[in-house]
């Protein structure tokens, strides 16, 4: 009998073992692969201010209506004019700039600008053609 119970006490230590084995390398992948997810959204957090809203601006076409704009990058934060109308989109000391007509409502200008460093940045405009 106790030769039964030292035969079942070894088998279950082996299975115990076993399954520590495979969780601690699961573990380990686990880490791994939040480590390479944590490099991959370092980079991204690296994009400045100034260039995160060009990135935007880029996506952005001449002659697009306001509401593709809005469907393209959301909401703006702040919007208004009189004759020329224009939205903006703020990140920091930047600021996105999309002027439109005010009929059609069609983009002909879009910049970034750059409070801190004075820098104006044209990505697109009507007046470069």
């Known amino acids: 009998m106790k030769k039964i119970l030292s035969l079942i006490f070894v088998y279950a230590m082996l299975i115990f073992t076993a399954c520590a084995e495979e969780s601690d390398t699961t573990a380990t992948d686990t880490q791994t692969n939040g480590t390479e997810f944590a490099e991959e959204r370092t980079e991204e957090v690296e994009m400045s201010d100034e260039e995160y809203l060009i990135s935007l601006g880029k996506r952005l076409k001449l002659g697009m209506t306001e509401e593709e704009v809005v469907a393209e990058i959301g909401e703006p934060d702040q919007h208004g004019g009189s004759g020329r109308y224009w939205l903006e989109y703020y990140r920091g000391d930047c600021c996105l700039r999309v002027w439109t007509w005010i009929d059609p409502y069609e983009v002909y200008r879009v910049a970034v600008y ?15 053609e």
């Not at 750059?114 to 470069?128: A, F, L, M, P």
């Open 114 to 128: 750059n409070d801190k460093t004075g820098n104006n940045t044209e990505i697109y405009s009507i007046y470069d």
